[in-house]
């Protein structure tokens, strides 16, 4: 790759740039100090509600508290002509999908806007880029997956195994209904099947909504059937096939500025300092990743804090 690329080039040695030092790159060492900015947000991950002391970096996938931050800050920026939002997510918790669908709709009324998919965005991904908004994907891009599911993991034996047990005071007939300690009861059983049909209706009908298409064409779509980048272009759930240039190309098209100027890429989440990084994780989240890396589930942030999932059904693991 490094030889053709030299032969087209034409111009001798390649010096090649680590990652580490092209993130140093200013705008100003460019030219492109003034130039028009666009803000390119970057959401990979699981999805989950997150905190309030989420600061939108998203290290541990896609925090609706954090990233919606992130959403009304480039809403509220003057400055910023247009948005690119790149997806990489095969979904998570739907509460915290629902809320970065509605911030994400907000900020859909105040900037141009492009979606654009990387590998994967499906179920609760393929949900917050329902904004109307052109959506672009990779011929390999994992999309769709619209559907629901309900996960709750029964630890009660591994915790026997610790020596660990688990005493609770409960008010109302369902308060248990996600207790990582017992299984579920008949009722709740019930319960959960009229909360996964309700949002699996609401799904739907955002999609439909969304891609101006009638419940009835997008219903036999969903069912949470995976497609291809390419498949789905053929059945309308994104616009176009392309990547990050065309994005630009669109959202300059878009934001109405000139096909020959140059832009400014304003890249979200910001770059981390080392306080960040040295302190941006809580222990909890440390044990859930190493926990979910023993179990092989990788949903299983989601699933430690209940809820219904709007999740991909299956994972890939390319060795």
């Avoid at 059937?225 to 498949?231: A, F």
């Avoid at 096909?259 to 040295?278: G, L």
């Avoid at 926990?291 to 589930?297: H, S, V």
Wanted: glycine content about 12%; aromatic content about 6%.
């Amino acid at each position: 790759m490094m030889g053709k690329l030299k032969d087209r080039r034409k111009c001798g040695d390649l010096k090649k740039l680590s990652h580490r030092d092209y993130m140093r790159v200013t705008p100003a060492s460019l030219g492109l100090e003034g130039k028009p900015r666009v803000a390119f947000l970057v959401g990979q991950g699981d999805i989950t509600r997150g905190s309030s002391s989420d600061d939108g970096y998203g290290e541990d996938g896609i925090g609706a508290e954090g990233f919606n931050k992130l959403l009304r800050r480039v809403g509220n920026d003057a400055g910023i002509r247009g948005v690119i939002v790149r997806i990489d997510s095969p979904g998570g918790d739907a509460v915290a999908s629902d809320d970065i669908w509605r911030e994400m709709n907000l900020l859909s009324k105040k900037k141009p806007l492009v979606i654009s998919m990387s590998d994967a965005a499906a179920s609760g991904g393929y949900y917050m880029a329902m904004t109307g908004d052109p959506i672009l994907a990779y011929a390999g891009t994992y999309t769709g997956s619209i559907g629901v599911v309900f996960g709750k993991p029964n630890l009660h034996g591994l915790y026997d195994k610790l020596g660990i047990t688990q005493d609770s005071l409960q008010r109302g007939r369902f308060a248990d209904i996600d207790s990582d300690y017992k299984p579920l009861s008949p009722e709740a059983r019930r319960k959960l099947r009229e909360g996964i049909d309700q949002s699996y209706l609401d799904f739907v009908s955002k999609v439909a909504q969304a891609r101006q298409r009638p419940y009835g064409q997008i219903e036999p779509l969903a069912q949470g059937r995976v497609w291809l980048g390419s498949q789905a272009k053929q059945r309308g759930l994104v616009d176009e096939l392309g990547g990050i240039d065309r994005a630009i190309e669109k959202v300059k098209e878009r934001a109405k500025i000139d096909k020959a100027e140059k832009v400014t890429i304003v890249t979200y989440p910001p770059k981390r300092s080392i306080f960040d990084v040295a302190f941006g994780r809580t222990p909890e989240s440390l044990f859930e990743s190493r926990l979910g890396k023993i179990l092989k589930t990788p949903q299983l942030r989601s699933l430690m804090r209940g809820g219904l999932l709007r999740v991909m059904p299956y994972t890939i693991e390319i060795k």
